[in-house]
């Protein structure tokens, strides 16, 4: 089987992320009544984390097990990534000893680099750049809440807040899928024109529509769904009273702002959230906010796309061929045994 990455949604067809989808939302439906198929028997995942993680760290560990194989948690400090060690040849070590790679990097060239040396398929777990295993999550969140009777290349998303990295795969899967999308934020803090210009380009493929604006007001009026996220990331920490500065109060999801969009309208945000500052208590734990069957998600879209990439490329020996080595080596052991007596 051809090996095949997951860096990018930008790297997937339409076709090919709406299957990714409804294999999770039938490997969910197995799971909901206990019945999680052990796809990936045997299977070994390792995970690079190079900072800590609640929901990418659990939902990758608990999809393997659940899947019938392992998962490795690797840490700066007990590996020697990019260190000690060239990406090549930490890539090349863990293409023999694993099945499957998952990386969460603080910057995008290393998952770039451990995709271009790996010889077995590597999942973005997020980088400075993006996060496409919370976006396909959070498609399939949609499609399970969407208002009664629309499609999905009906679907309208508000996102109201800074160009994070979830900003950046949220706002090309949507484009790629056909739907609607506005990002609300002040000027400095919009989208990058190229962003924009690949977004554009899915539009022109799909025929979903991309707005940027610094009206979060008029972006919700028609919302089926509002999101947002931090307002500053990992190494920002010194920009953080210029952001706040200029996204509080306007841009911060509030009951008032939440109550301009239609009375359907649902809320979500990736996590961890700060509570206070992007977004408040009443929304966060608003009867309309997904946010915690969003996190569940996480869970089942990591199961779906492990069983994608991986499923395929193990192998499968019949009964007579593991019948066959088990009795090889049954039979040496037998002969140590009997020279040891």
């Known amino acids: 089987m051809r090996l095949r990455h997951f860096i990018d949604t930008q790297d997937y067809t ?35 984390f190079e900072e800590p993680s609640t929901r990418t760290r659990v939902s990758f560990e608990v999809a393997m097990t659940e899947l019938g194989g392992h998962a490795l948690y690797l840490k700066p ?18 293409s023999r000893m694993c099945d499957i790679l998952m990386a969460r ?20 777990g997020l980088t400075d750049y993006n996060h496409p295993t919370q976006v396909v999550c959070d498609v399939l969140t949609m499609i ?37 999308f506005i990002q609300a934020a002040p000027a400095k803090y919009q989208a990058p024109a190229q962003w924009i210009e690949w977004a554009q380009e899915n539009c022109a493929e799909s025929g979903g529509s991309l707005r940027v604006t610094d009206d979060p007001i008029e972006a919700v009026q028609q919302a089926d769904f509002v ?5 500053w990331w990992v190494g920002q920490e ?39 500052v992007e977004v408040t208590d009443e929304v966060m734990d608003h009867p309309r906010s997904i946010i915690f069957d969003q ?40 002969n140590y045994h009997a020279d040891k007596r």
């Open 14 to 48: 339409k076709q090919e992320l709406l299957d990714i989808i409804e294999l999770t939302r039938r490997i969910k439906a197995a799971d909901k009544q206990g019945c999680t198929p052990k796809l990936l028997q045997d299977a070994t995942l390792a995970m690079i």
């Open 77 to 94: 400090g007990e590996i020697h990534l990019g260190v000690r060690e060239t990406l090549y040849d930490t890539a090349k070590v863990l």
């Open 105 to 124: 990097t603080l910057k995008h060239e290393t998952i770039l680099g451990l995709a271009q040396y790996a010889e077995i398929p590597v999942i973005n």
């Open 144 to 180: 399970e809440h969407a208002p009664a009777g629309k499609r999905l290349e009906e679907l309208n998303v508000t996102f109201i807040g800074d160009a994070t990295n979830v900003l950046s795969s949220l706002m090309l899967i949507c484009t790629r899928l056909g739907m609607h």
């Open 227 to 231: 999101y947002t996220d931090l307002w």
């Open 238 to 276: 010194e920009q953080i009273p210029d952001r706040r500065a200029a996204f509080m109060p306007t841009y911060q999801v509030n009951l008032d702002l939440f109550n301009r969009a239609p009375a359907h309208c649902k809320f979500m945000h990736c996590l961890p959230a700060s509570r206070g």
């Open 295 to 334: 996190s569940e998600n996480r869970l089942h879209t990591e199961k779906g796309l492990l069983v994608y990439l991986l499923y395929k490329r193990l192998p499968r020996p019949s009964p007579q061929l593991r019948a066959y080595h088990q009795g090889q080596i049954e039979a040496l052991l037998a």
